[in-house]
């Protein structure tokens, strides 16, 4: 009798819902549509510090045949399509960390800046960072993975001023020597080095060449992973017995360059070191079970690698909104 009731109290309910949208009663909407959406900025606790990962805004690298080598495009696509991914337009995303150790603050990565080498949605770190309700100047380390255009970027302004007035900026030698000499700038690499060198020629005298191994911060530690350039490192944050890595380029995607770790891509300086660095990593950090903030995983970019076959899987920790 109950489910009875209930079927035919549902009928009714359904119709009368359906003549009051007939005649232009109040259950249409007519609330504007808003075009807002939140701001770029995720925060959690790790151990004893807390990390705010902002976002310097979507990298459209376009066709992913010409970027993914090694494999079959057709293979590329249904790798995309099977997870639900545009297979026309690979979009990496730009998670820069902010890990508040207590006693300083450490930007990872920062960025475009003022190019627009790959379209107008990057360059948003600093309003990332005002959404998040950080200040440039509280920034006490910058520290770079390496000096590809989208990761040094955003280290001075429109006005080759430092945009970090406070902070010390931290990266391999190798990689400042490769990036901002000059006779590389009448060859292919001419707006890589172009962007470096005003990125980093201007903060030179604050410089903190970094070696593997080195905890050159406390709780951080650099960990080379040459291949995508010669001085890429990635780096080992470490509070009160808790370990994340900041895997930089590592892996550009969460998908591609983990189901198939041994494809190619194009912009490795050494593409078969970059391989051999990823396989190795890889293989330690899901052996580890070791947390990992990617900068170019869907946002915000941190969750864990696990093995799968000959390749890995990337498995998003949930967002959790509670502090």
Not at 48 to 54: F, K, L
Not at 96 to 102: K, L, Q, R
Not at 182 to 200: C, M, Q, S, T, Y
Request: proline share 7%; with cysteine.
């Amino acid at each position: 009798m109950t489910q009875d009731v209930s079927r035919r109290s549902l009928l009714t309910l359904g119709a009368g819902l359906g003549a009051t949208a007939m005649l232009g009663g109040s259950a249409l909407a007519k609330a504007p549509k808003l075009g807002t959406q939140a701001p770029y900025f995720h925060r959690f606790n790790f151990g004893d510090a807390e990390v705010t990962v902002v976002s310097d805004g979507p990298l459209p690298l376009g066709d992913p045949g010409g970027a993914f080598l090694g494999v079959p495009k057709e293979e590329i696509k249904k790798m995309l399509t099977d997870n639900f991914l545009s297979p026309d337009n690979v979009v990496l995303e730009q998670n820069s960390p902010v890990v508040n150790m207590g006693d300083r603050l450490v930007l990872f990565d920062t960025g475009m800046g003022t190019s627009k080498a790959f379209g107008p949605t990057t360059g948003r770190l600093q309003k990332s960072m005002a959404e998040a309700g950080i200040k440039p100047a509280d920034i006490d380390a910058v520290v770079c993975s390496h000096a590809h255009i989208d990761h040094i970027g955003g280290i001075v302004g429109a006005d080759d001023k430092p945009l970090f007035p406070n902070a010390q900026v931290y990266i391999a030698q190798s990689d400042y020597d490769f990036w901002t000499d000059e006779g590389k700038l009448g060859g292919p690499l001419k707006d890589f080095v172009i962007h470096a060198r005003k990125n980093l020629l201007p903060v030179k005298d604050r410089l903190v060449f970094i070696k593997d191994g080195q905890e050159f911060l406390p709780g951080i530690q650099a960990v080379a992973a040459p291949g995508h350039t010669v001085g890429h490192t990635v780096f080992m944050v470490t509070s009160k017995g808790k370990s994340f890595c900041f895997l930089g380029d590592l892996t550009h995607h969460q998908v591609l360059l983990l189901e198939k770790p041994r494809m190619e891509f194009a912009y490795d300086t050494d593409p078969k070191a970059a391989v051999a660095t990823r396989v190795k990593l890889l293989d330690m950090l899901a052996a580890n079970k070791t947390p990992v903030m990617s900068y170019h995983f869907a946002w915000p970019g941190y969750g864990h690698v696990v093995k799968a076959g000959d390749g890995f899987r990337y498995i998003a920790e949930p967002m959790n909104m509670q502090l």
